[in-house]
């Protein structure tokens, strides 16, 4: 049975832009700070590993840097998160992770995985949908995307999507009916929709800046009854320079960290760090808190009407190369006739 309390840390840092070896050393060293202060569970922004790649938004076709990007995203298949499981076993501290994943035929994905306090992998998913320039270089999801969740011993049942998908309302229902108390909203660095006059940014939407990012993770909070851990990473100006974002309408200047901690009722917990500062948010989650919001709002529960509407979700894995027996599984029929 979980504890009722359970201590978390939401990371604000900077990755090593394009450099595997390093921003794994990286995540190493702020787990170990994160249980050294008592956390029980880390969680990191969207594409912690090896960093978001902000050129996308200002030139859709880079060779060189998508290049070393592909060459620098880990694998599941290889012991490229190795170290990271062993400092979570070490500090006996769960891991919420982001990374870009590269498979073996070198496409990547922007994925998510929970490893156990024992250092093992206990889910991996990716994300449903790249959102808008994401696609230049990041594929699709199959069925991994909708296993969202994990029962992790000692904590509780810990969920995470990426980014856009928190504005996906069927896969939220989905992802909220698994039962989860505590989630991790993971996003890219997120600039502010204000200038530095305080009015509107030129060209930009109030729904794909912080504030408008903040409030669906917010919203989730409510919507799920859940503990959100609001998790977004920071750009400097050497990262700016390294990935030659300048002219990014979404990365052209410093900052991009707006980490916080939501309760079940989305009333925020946490005191904020300066965006363009590194730092860790703590929290301690209070999961019987769940339980009276709850008994007002239970929208997978007494608050739901399956017999008016219902979700339903094709769990069926469709792979590129099938055996024999899966394509005729995949068969349909069309006049009469199977095809």
């Given at each position: 049975m979980a504890s009722n309390i359970v201590r978390v840390a939401v990371t604000q840092q900077e990755p090593v832009w394009l450099d595997l070896k390093a921003t794994v050393e990286k995540t190493c060293r702020l787990i170990d700070e994160a249980a050294a202060n008592g956390a029980r569970l880390i969680a990191f922004p969207e594409v912690w590993i090896t960093g978001y790649p902000a050129w996308i938004w200002a030139r859709p076709v880079d060779l060189e840097l998508t290049t070393k990007y592909i060459k620098n995203s880990p694998s599941f298949s290889n012991s490229d998160l190795d170290p990271i499981c062993a400092a979570a076993k070490r500090s006996k501290i769960a891991v919420v992770l982001g990374l870009s994943e590269r498979v073996a035929s070198s496409s990547i994905y922007i994925s998510q995985c929970?490893?156990?306090?024992?250092?093992?992998?206990?889910?991996?998913?990716?994300k449903l949908k790249p959102t808008h320039m994401e696609r230049t270089v990041f594929g699709d999801a199959g069925v991994d995307c909708?296993?969202?969740?994990?029962?992790?011993?000692?904590?509780?049942?810990?969920?995470?999507?990426?980014?856009?998908?928190?504005?996906?309302?069927?896969?939220?229902?989905?992802?909220?009916?698994?039962?989860?108390?505590?989630?991790?909203?993971?996003?890219?660095?997120?600039?502010?929709?204000e200038g530095e006059d305080g009015l509107k940014s030129d060209g930009q939407m109030w729904s794909i800046a912080a504030e408008g990012i903040q409030c669906l993770s917010q919203t989730y909070a409510i919507e799920s009854a859940a503990f959100v851990?609001?998790?977004?990473?920071?750009?400097?100006?050497?990262?700016?320079?390294?990935?030659?974002?300048?002219?990014?309408?979404?990365?052209?200047?410093?900052?991009?960290?707006?980490?916080?901690?939501?309760?079940?009722?989305?009333?925020?917990?946490?005191?904020?760090?300066?965006?363009?500062?590194?730092?860790?948010?703590?929290?301690?989650?209070?999961?019987?808190?769940?339980?009276?919001?709850?008994?007002?709002?239970?929208?997978?529960?007494?608050?739901?009407?399956?017999?008016?509407?219902?979700?339903?979700?094709d769990g069926k894995e469709k792979r590129c190369v099938r055996a024999e027996n899966e394509v005729k599984e995949a068969a349909v029929v069309v006049n009469g006739e199977q095809v």
């Open positions: 929970i490893i156990s306090p024992a250092g093992a992998i206990i889910m991996k998913r990716r909708l296993q969202s969740v994990a029962d992790v011993e000692g904590i509780g049942k810990v969920g995470a999507l990426s980014c856009f998908e928190h504005l996906q309302p069927l896969l939220k229902y989905q992802t909220i009916g698994q039962g989860e108390q505590i989630h991790v909203a993971a996003w890219p660095p997120v600039q502010s929709f851990l609001h998790c977004t990473s920071v750009m400097s100006q050497s990262g700016i320079d390294t990935l030659n974002a300048s002219q990014s309408p979404l990365f052209k200047k410093p900052g991009g960290g707006y980490s916080a901690v939501f309760g079940p009722d989305g009333q925020r917990l946490t005191e904020p760090i300066p965006c363009d500062q590194e730092g860790i948010v703590y929290a301690d989650l209070p999961l019987d808190g769940i339980l009276p919001v709850k008994s007002f709002v239970d929208i997978v529960g007494h608050y739901s009407r399956p017999d008016l509407l219902w979700l339903g979700v």
